[in-house]
C-alpha cells in the first residue's frame, strides 16, 4: 500500500522562479490538505482540495500561491516568484472520501523548498 | 476559532523515564483530538486519536493520552521512555466536520543515556 507520495522531496528555487509541489494522494482518498511547516512554528494549514474543487483556502496567501486537484493526476501546489520566506517544508495529507469525520489525516514525508 | 497551545517548546528526558507532553485546545464542542510524531526528515505519523467515549485513548509504541475536558487538555504519556522515541510531537485538533486540522506547534523530545 503505498502511502501518500510527494514530489519532489527536496526543491532549490532562486528568488523570482516558480516551486511546483506534487502530490499524490493515497490509493482511494478523495481529500487532499497541505500544510506549511516554518522551524517552530508548528504546520500551518493553507488549502483543502477534493477532486476538481478547492475546498478551503483560507490559509493560503491571496498572491503567488495556487493549488489543484485535477479529476486525474495528483495534487500540484504551485508558488510563483518565490521569495525566501517561502523556504520551508510543505506536507501534503489525505484522507478517505468521509473525509475527517473518519478521523485521520495520512501525511507525506514533504517537500523541502529552499530559495536562495 | 479552534486553536491548540503546547506549552513546552523542548523536553529532555532520561531514557526509561516517564514522559507527559501536555495540549490544551480551545473548541466549542466536543473536538477530535490528535498526537502526531515526526522524526527528523520525515512526515508525520500518527500516533493516537480521540473522537468519544473512554477518555484514556491507547496509541502506539506504548503511548497513551488523555482527554479531561474540565481542563480543555489531551496529555500524552509514556510510562518509560526509549531512545527512539526523539523526535517532534504534535498535537491537533478538529471538529465532525471536514474543517482542516489545527496543530500546535509541537514539542521537541531529546532522550539521554
Known amino acids: 500500500n503505498a502511502g501518500v507520495m510527494q514530489n519532489p522531496r527536496h526543491l532549490v528555487r532562486r528568488r523570482g522562479q516558480e516551486a511546483r509541489l506534487r502530490c499524490s494522494p493515497m490509493k482511494g482518498h478523495s481529500h487532499v490538505y497541505w500544510y506549511r511547516q516554518l522551524p517552530e512554528e508548528g504546520l500551518k494549514f493553507m488549502v483543502y482540495?477534493?477532486?476538481?474543487?478547492?475546498?478551503?483556502e483560507s490559509g493560503m496567501p491571496k498572491e503567488r500561491f495556487s493549488a489543484e486537484f485535477p479529476k486525474e493526476g495528483p495534487s500540484i501546489l504551485r508558488i510563483q516568484q518565490v521569495v525566501r520566506g517561502d523556504s520551508a517544508a510543505y506536507f501534503c495529507?489525505?484522507?478517505?472520501?468521509?473525509?475527517?469525520?473518519?478521523?485521520?489525516?495520512?501525511f507525506g514525508e514533504g517537500s523541502r523548498l529552499t530559495v536562495l | 476559532a479552534q486553536s491548540v497551545t503546547q506549552p513546552d517548546i523542548h523536553i529532555t528526558v532520561s531514557e526509561g523515564a516517564s514522559l507527559e507532553l501536555r495540549c490544551n485546545y480551545s473548541?466549542?464542542?466536543?473536538?477530535?483530538l490528535f498526537w502526531y510524531v515526526q522524526s527528523p526528515g520525515q512526515g508525520l505519523q500518527l500516533l493516537l486519536k480521540y473522537f468519544s467515549g473512554d477518555t484514556l485513548v491507547q496509541g502506539i509504541k506504548g503511548f497513551e493520552a488523555e482527554f479531561k475536558r474540565s481542563q480543555s487538555s489531551f496529555n500524552l504519556r509514556k510510562p518509560s521512555v526509549h531512545w527512539s522515541d526523539a523526535a517532534e510531537y504534535f498535537c491537533?485538533?478538529?471538529?465532525?466536520?471536514?474543517?482542516?486540522?489545527?496543530f500546535g506547534k509541537g514539542t521537541r523530545l531529546s532522550v539521554i543515556a
Open positions: 495529507a489525505s484522507s478517505p472520501p468521509g473525509g475527517l469525520k473518519t478521523g485521520e489525516l495520512f
Open positions: 491537533a485538533v478538529g471538529d465532525r466536520g471536514n474543517t482542516p486540522l489545527v
Open positions: 473548541y466549542g464542542a466536543t473536538p477530535y
Open positions: 482540495l477534493q477532486k476538481e474543487n478547492i475546498i478551503d
